[in-house]
């Protein structure tokens, strides 16, 4: 009995051994290292002097050189802006509250320029410049129905100001360069293309924003109210919105063309105030179908159903409807002019006609090309400011 419990313990030894032996090789470059001296820095690769005499120059591609260079150019005149709104709790009591974006200096005078969703209702807005120095800034005006707003800090602070492009001659394909402040992160560059023109929004406020520029640039919280850039370093557009079901970036954003904004931002410098101008009608879209039933000439173009005494229209005695007829449930006004086209804009539908008369101006006058009893005639219209 000695003997075989003898000889299992000396089994059990063996196995031991020959499992540590086993545990020992198979680490044994771990468990040398352990029992190796710490080298010194200048014995690492990494430290040591390349083997080329002269250093390599670093490539940069076209692409990344257009990034830098308007970067660098532009990133002076974007400016962080911090807002605090008053607001009240359950129990009544005042509470402020932290609200960020971006904007761009457009004027050696100190004008700033954003979205009117960054500043509005704020009780006190604070810019914060590329250098990080941070400026109280007063209220210029704002315009909820285009969604911008002008603030002004001293002209001292001002050491850039931003060029602005033409964005009538944007295309879609072409680079596109956002510079803002995503979640509160200063002077942030995201590139992209612009993806899609003349896109169509309704804002938070239920104002309809029409002919804006759709880029894949990754726009984020804290974007709005910064500069889309082309790769001149010239502003194209202001990033005003995404379409995300996350509340992220999900690849379609959008920005409001520059030269809809230059026409705002300077009557909101000059007057405080954005004039609209107004023709005083209702009307409905000629349609194939529309045109065809009402034994129309036209395929295309806005009926006039009624025409607002008083208004631009009305001075110029264009004539709404008078036949009253039930079209699809609806009690509708026939037989008054079909407006064709404004000068030389052609007018598809009612979207085309109210966008071309926004672009213009309050006391211009415009040539009305109109079909009445069939007899095309023209008539010319001095436009007002909408009531």
């Known amino acids: 009995m000695r003997f075989l419990v003898t000889s299992n313990k000396r089994k059990y030894i063996w196995l031991v051994l020959i499992l540590l032996f086993l545990f020992f090789w198979s680490n044994r470059e771990e468990i040398s290292h352990f029992f190796e001296a710490r080298p010194k820095a200048d014995y690492l690769d990494f430290n040591r002097p390349n083997g080329d005499s002269e250093p390599r120059a670093v490539v940069v591609s076209s692409d990344e050189k257009i990034h830098m260079e308007v970067f660098d150019r532009v990133h002076p005149a974007v400016v962080n802006i911090a807002t605090t709104t008053l607001n009240m709790n359950f129990w009544l009591e005042i509470i402020p509250r932290q609200g960020q974006g971006s904007g761009f200096i457009i004027d050696g005078e100190g004008y700033i320029l954003t979205n009117n969703h960054v500043v509005a209702k704020a009780q006190k807005s604070t810019v914060t410049m590329a250098d990080g120095n941070k400026i109280s800034a007063t209220l210029i005006?704002?315009?909820?129905?285009?969604?911008?707003?002008?603030?002004?800090?001293?002209?001292?602070?001002?050491?850039?100001?931003?060029?602005?492009?033409?964005?009538?001659?944007?295309?879609?394909?072409?680079?596109?360069?956002?510079?803002?402040?995503?979640?509160?992160?200063?002077?942030?560059?995201?590139?992209?293309?612009?993806?899609?023109?003349?896109?169509?929004?309704?804002?938070?406020?239920?104002?309809?924003?029409?002919?804006?520029?759709?880029?894949?640039?990754?726009?984020?919280?804290?974007?709005?109210?910064?500069?889309?850039?082309?790769?001149?370093?010239?502003?194209?557009?202001?990033?005003?919105?995404?379409?995300?079901?996350?509340?992220?970036?999900?690849?379609?954003?959008?920005?409001?063309?520059?030269?809809?904004?230059?026409g705002v931002a300077t009557q909101l410098?000059?007057?405080?105030?954005?004039?609209?101008?107004?023709?005083?009608?209702?009307?409905?879209?000629?349609?194939?179908?529309?045109?065809?039933?009402?034994?129309?000439?036209?395929?295309?173009?806005?009926?006039?159903?009624d025409v607002v005494r008083g208004s631009p229209a009305h001075q110029a005695k264009l004539r709404g409807g008078h036949n009253e007829v039930i079209i699809g449930g609806r009690r509708l006004l026939?037989?008054?002019?079909?407006?064709?086209?404004?000068?030389?804009?052609?007018?598809?539908?009612?979207?085309?006609?109210?966008?071309?008369?926004?672009?213009?101006?309050?006391?211009?006058?415009?040539?009305?090309?109109?079909?009445?009893?069939?007899?095309?005639m023209d008539l010319d219209v001095l436009l007002a400011e909408r009531p």
Do not use: C
């Open 141 to 262: 005006g704002r315009d909820p129905t285009s969604d911008l707003a002008v603030i002004r800090i001293p002209s001292t602070y001002v050491n850039s100001v931003v060029t602005l492009a033409d964005s009538d001659t944007v295309r879609v394909g072409q680079k596109a360069i956002a510079i803002g402040n995503p979640f509160g992160l200063s002077h942030t560059l995201t590139t992209g293309i612009v993806s899609a023109l003349k896109r169509g929004i309704r804002t938070q406020d239920g104002n309809q924003i029409d002919d804006l520029i759709q880029t894949d640039a990754a726009i984020n919280p804290g974007n709005s109210g910064g500069p889309l850039l082309n790769s001149s370093g010239e502003v194209i557009g202001i990033n005003t919105a995404i379409y995300s079901l996350s509340g992220g970036y999900q690849g379609i954003g959008f920005a409001i063309p520059i030269n809809l904004a230059r």
């Open 269 to 305: 410098i000059t007057s405080g105030r954005v004039a609209r101008p107004w023709l005083g009608i209702s009307g409905i879209s000629i349609t194939p179908v529309l045109s065809e039933g009402l034994g129309l000439d036209v395929r295309e173009g806005v009926l006039v159903v």
């Open 334 to 376: 026939l037989g008054g002019d079909i407006i064709t086209s404004i000068g030389e804009r052609g007018t598809a539908d009612m979207k085309d006609l109210i966008r071309i008369v926004g672009k213009m101006k309050v006391g211009q006058t415009v040539t009305l090309h109109i079909l009445r009893d069939k007899r095309s």
